[in-house]
């Protein structure tokens, strides 16, 4: 069974660009969700996708923003790129309303 | 608000030694609770989870957990620490959403382990 995915692996962009990351869940899980891991900060809850629908948001500016695909498949958007907002994504998914879930290695976004 | 905590942002043991880890945890009802491991540049990997039951769950790689509710506290223990242990682990609380069924989890900043030989 295929873990989930994220691409790409590293994105380099410059401060006030739009960046696009991408997450695959594991197939038949229907939640996807997105934390940010920044060096000193911990891991911060950004997002939760369930079924196409967006079901909870972090304390994020609305730059921040995501979508969910009817695949399940889900798209982090970061626009206006700040320094700060150099950091580990790291999306998980899990079945719906089951405790508990898997996260992919991540994608590491630098800003410069 | 649910928060968690990690006292302990380093710990230095040697191997073959035992080995636990603090978590605390603030959350008005039931908790759900999670003890991920984090190897340099990587993703999260589940070790175990606590929901109901049995307050001592096992986990993958050797290690167990122990939900003491009096006490707030969901500790990772081990008893022999190998080398392969060194890495990041997080302790986590499952906040419930969305007419009761699991949402997003809220993290601890994580304990750094390193084994010594």
């Known amino acids: 069974e295929a873990g989930v995915t994220q691409s790409p692996t590293h994105l380099i962009k410059t401060r006030g660009q739009q960046a696009t990351l991408r997450c695959s869940p594991i197939s038949g899980h229907t939640s996807v969700y997105w934390y940010q891991q920044a060096l000193g900060l911990g891991l911060q809850f950004l997002l939760w996708?369930?079924?196409?629908?967006?079901?909870n948001r972090g304390n994020f500016p609305p730059r921040f923003s995501g979508r969910q695909f009817p695949n399940y498949s889900s798209e982090l958007n970061v626009n206006a790129l700040e320094l700060e907002d150099s950091a580990l994504y790291l999306c998980a998914s899990s079945p719906t309303g089951k405790v508990g879930y898997t996260f992919g290695s991540g994608t590491r976004l630098t800003v410069v | 608000a649910q928060s968690v905590t990690q006292p302990d942002i380093h710990i230095t043991v040697s191997e073959g030694a035992s080995l636990e880890l603090r978590c605390n945890y603030s959350y008005g009802a039931t908790p759900y609770l999670f003890w991920y491991v984090q190897s340099p540049g990587q993703g999260l990997q589940l070790l175990l989870k606590y929901f109901s039951g049995d307050t001592l769950v096992q986990g993958i790689k050797g290690f167990e957990a122990e939900f003491k509710r009096s006490q707030s506290s969901f500790n990772l223990r081990k008893p022999s620490v190998h080398w392969s242990d060194a890495a990041e682990y997080f302790c986590?609380?499952?906040?419930?959403?969305?007419?009761?069924?699991?949402?997003?989890?809220?993290f601890g900043k994580g304990t750094k382990l390193s084994v010594k030989p």
């Open positions: 986590a609380v499952g906040v419930m959403n969305y007419g009761g069924s699991q949402g997003n989890l809220i």
């Open positions: 996708y369930d079924e196409g629908e967006e079901r």
